[in-house]
């Protein structure tokens, strides 16, 4: 397993708009301004970006694993106009009953990303705007890190449990790799 520079991140809430009601078509897929292009630095910088996210609306029968791939289809032509790029999209089709191994706060989706990419995840920040995002990947040895876009502020709102560690908070998901790639980045102690 290499050691590579890579960045975990969620999906809804991270580089889109989240909706309470789920983000059921492309239509409804609306990038999070500065999101694209912070992806597009990550990358410029070296940096493998992949996501990770629960897609329970297709075992809620919400929309189909085609809606979803169309909307993936959006999201990545949306990345690429700005000269950015995913090395992949992982994600958990299963409704929270199914009891699966990849929806977060489990680490299945974690585990695919290492398989796959063959990269060592330890270490490496994961960046969601939900306590199950951190928590997904504290479980492998990644590095939490809140965005307060999406459900960020509802989530430090609740209370970060001490569980979690040392983890980072930021306004965004481009604020974060301004800090990233500055040679800023660090979670608090």
């Not at 999070?32 to 070296?46: W, Y």
């Not at 090395?87 to 009891?99: K, L, M, R, T, W």
Request: glycine letters at 10%; proline letters at 6%.
């Amino acid at each position: 397993m290499t050691k590579a520079k890579l960045v975990i991140l969620d999906r809804d809430g991270v580089i889109n708009e989240d909706s309470d009601d789920y983000i059921k078509s492309p239509a409804e897929w609306i990038p999070i301004p500065g999101s694209a292009e912070a992806i597009a630095r990550l990358n410029k910088a070296g940096y493998t970006v992949v996501v990770a996210t629960n897609q329970s609306g297709i075992g809620r029968h919400y929309f189909s694993l085609e809606t979803l791939d169309a909307i993936h289809e959006k999201m990545q032509r949306h990345i690429e106009a700005v000269g950015g790029d995913l090395a992949g999209i992982f994600f958990c089709p299963h409704a929270p009953e199914d009891n699966c191994d990849c929806r977060k706060p489990k680490p299945g989706l974690i585990d695919q990303i290492r398989e796959q990419l063959d990269i060592d995840t330890r270490g490496v920040p994961i960046v969601g705007d939900s306590l199950r995002d951190l928590e997904c990947g504290v479980a492998r040895g990644c590095v939490p890190v809140l965005v307060k876009t999406g459900k960020g502020l509802r989530t430090l709102d609740k209370g970060v449990p001490a569980s979690l560690g040392n983890y980072a908070v930021y306004a965004s998901l481009a604020d974060f790799v301004d800090e990233l790639l500055g040679g800023r980045f660090w979670p608090r102690q």
